[in-house]
């Protein structure tokens, strides 16, 4: 069963998928899980920050040319 996006229901059968990978006798798939987790974080707020740098760019490069 498919759940609409963006709903408890999909974000739970998603998790459960990762949570699936916790296995007792493989601690390690675990410490990746939440390492992997950070790591994305990470990913995704220096890709903003970057963006961010670069619409401060384009706006200095605007108020220049007024």
Not at 34 to 59: C, M, N, S, T
């Amino acid at each position: 069963m498919t759940h609409e996006y963006g709903t408890v229901a999909f974000y739970a059968e998603q998790f459960a998928d990762l949570i699936a990978d916790c296995q007792h006798d493989s601690p390690e798939f675990s410490d990746n899980l939440v390492a992997g987790f950070k790591k994305a974080i990470d990913e995704w707020r220096q890709y903003h920050v970057k963006q961010i740098l670069e619409l401060d760019r384009v706006e200095f490069k605007l108020d220049e040319q007024s």
